[in-house]
């Protein structure tokens, strides 16, 4: 039987600058009872590891612009908050009544660079995306084999909306240690013809599918173990995969 | 243990037009040894529903337009393929060498309407999608529920590119029997602050990741047992649910 199995890590606590999240994931598979195997992903929710990485800003400490103050005017968001946002991006692509759309300096093409309030404790901080979420996915993998002897697969993902459809998705921000996109091009369907479909965002499917178990409000499970994935997957194989993989080129790009 | 798991049904064989979906997903089940439970939900690839439906048009039929030539002569597609889609969409959005993206007739935002020739036996035979995949995931779940005597939740889903992203996503094209965008607002996070993100596109989500288990290619998966939603997805419960929730209102739509 072919399976994908997503089970919601038990025993997770608040996360807190400085933390060490490999050690507190390795508690929460124990509390959970998953010994890891090889070809397992853990799928880990960006606002953990922004947290344990201190991506935190003082919104009090932020002097915004004229530009921050315009563009707050437009969009009705503090402008302080608004210069943040500025700070992480470079170059704003939409702004109306209560949207920001901007790629940030990552590259991802988010509402607000992906920068949130909700779940933060001081009513007065917002939390970054990491600056370099395959990196942080590469650290953790990295020291959850060092903990465990098993070389697993990571995910960072957040939630992220459209162009065209309602509703946020879980989407990739980092991974380690498993293929973000499965180039299928040159393989044959079931009828010896070519596939049209030639290149799938695996990391952001599973992204998505993490997501749904993680929940975004309050059950407080921010880490998803997976078990399961397709070999096309390379879990524990592909060791210089990158979310970067699933930036679409600028030249490439027809609704900028 | 708070588990969400996905699993390929085995012994599907190649759908053809008239054919009872029902009846083939219910042996489908059999086969593989799974026993539907309230709460299941039943993805099913848009391919299979197509060809049940019969949603085949032959390119020899097809009288292309001026219009059609002049788009097949920018992205270099067959004139008749163009026509096709032209006959299934709204609005062209973007014509450049290898990409025809459109508002489809259902409102899906996609490239070439989402017709695709990979998978569909014969040369020169074309699949559209579903014309009402909502009503085809309605029909799909009540003869289930009529042959097995368990109302599942049913989605149909299809394999999207999206604006800023390399590689497709599977993505919602209908839905019947549970909550396709799940809102949030008003909901209180772990630190009793209202939540920012308000609204998760929980079938797009489930979409996604199904189709990691469906596979693209020569699988020949293309219906996927779900168990483990949560709550929220208000599964058996939601009776007049709609992909329509997921399609972002032309007002809204700040990438057009």
Same mark, same amino acid.
């Given at each position: 039987?072919?399976?994908?199995?997503?089970?919601?890590?038990?025993?997770?606590?608040?996360?807190?600058?400085?933390?060490?999240? /490999?050690?507190?994931?390795?508690?929460?598979? /124990?509390?959970?009872?998953?010994?890891?195997?090889?070809?397992?992903?853990?799928? %880990?929710?960006?606002? #953990?590891?922004?947290?344990?990485?201190?991506?935190?800003?003082?919104?009090?400490?932020?002097?915004?612009?004229?530009?921050?103050?315009?563009?707050?005017?437009?969009?009705?968001? !503090?402008?302080?908050?608004?210069?943040?946002?500025? !700070?992480?991006?470079?170059?704003?692509?939409?702004?109306?009544?209560? %949207?920001?759309?901007?790629? !940030?300096?990552?590259?991802?093409?988010?509402?607000?660079?992906?920068?949130?309030?909700?779940?933060?404790?001081?009513?007065?901080?917002?939390?970054?995306?990491?600056? !370099?979420?395959?990196?942080?996915?590469?650290?953790?993998?990295?020291?959850?084999?060092?903990?465990?002897?098993?070389?697993?697969?990571?995910?960072?993902?957040?939630?992220?909306?459209?162009?065209?459809?309602?509703?946020? %998705?879980?989407?990739?921000?980092? #991974?380690?240690?498993?293929?973000?996109? %499965?180039?299928?091009?040159?393989?044959?369907?079931?009828?010896?013809?070519?596939?049209?479909?030639?290149?799938?965002?695996?990391?952001?499917?599973?992204?998505?599918?993490?997501?749904?178990?993680?929940?975004?409000?309050?059950?407080?499970?921010?880490?998803?173990?997976?078990?399961?994935?397709?070999?096309?997957? /390379?879990?524990?194989?592909?060791?210089?995969?990158?979310?970067?993989?699933?930036?679409?080129?600028?030249?490439?790009?027809?609704?900028?």
């Amino acid at each position: 039987m072919r399976n994908l199995t997503l089970t919601a890590l038990e025993g997770m606590p608040e996360v807190a600058p400085g933390d060490d999240l /490999a050690r507190l994931v390795c508690r929460a598979l /124990a509390a959970t009872g998953i010994v890891l195997a090889p070809g397992d992903v853990l799928a %880990v929710a960006q606002k #953990v590891v922004s947290k344990a990485e201190g991506c935190l800003v003082e919104l009090a400490s932020v002097s915004p612009t004229a530009r921050a103050h315009d563009l707050g005017r437009i969009t009705g968001k !503090d402008p302080r908050y608004v210069q943040v946002v500025l !700070d992480q991006s470079r170059e704003v692509l939409r702004a109306v009544p209560g %949207v920001l759309v901007v790629e !940030d300096l990552r590259g991802f093409v988010t509402a607000n660079a992906g920068i949130d309030q909700s779940n933060v404790p001081g009513t007065d901080r917002v939390l970054l995306l990491p600056p !370099d979420a395959d990196a942080s996915a590469r650290r953790l993998r990295q020291a959850i084999a060092a903990l465990t002897g098993v070389t697993v697969g990571v995910l960072v993902n957040d939630s992220f909306g459209r162009a065209w459809r309602n509703g946020v %998705v879980g989407t990739a921000l980092g #991974v380690s240690g498993f293929e973000a996109l %499965v180039d299928l091009r040159g393989q044959a369907d079931r009828e010896g013809r070519t596939l049209r479909i030639s290149q799938v965002a695996l990391a952001d499917e599973l992204a998505a599918a993490a997501s749904i178990v993680m929940g975004q409000g309050a059950e407080g499970t921010p880490v998803v173990h997976v078990r399961g994935l397709p070999a096309q997957a /390379a879990v524990g194989v592909a060791e210089d995969s990158s979310v970067r993989d699933l930036l679409r080129a600028r030249a490439g790009d027809l609704f900028r």
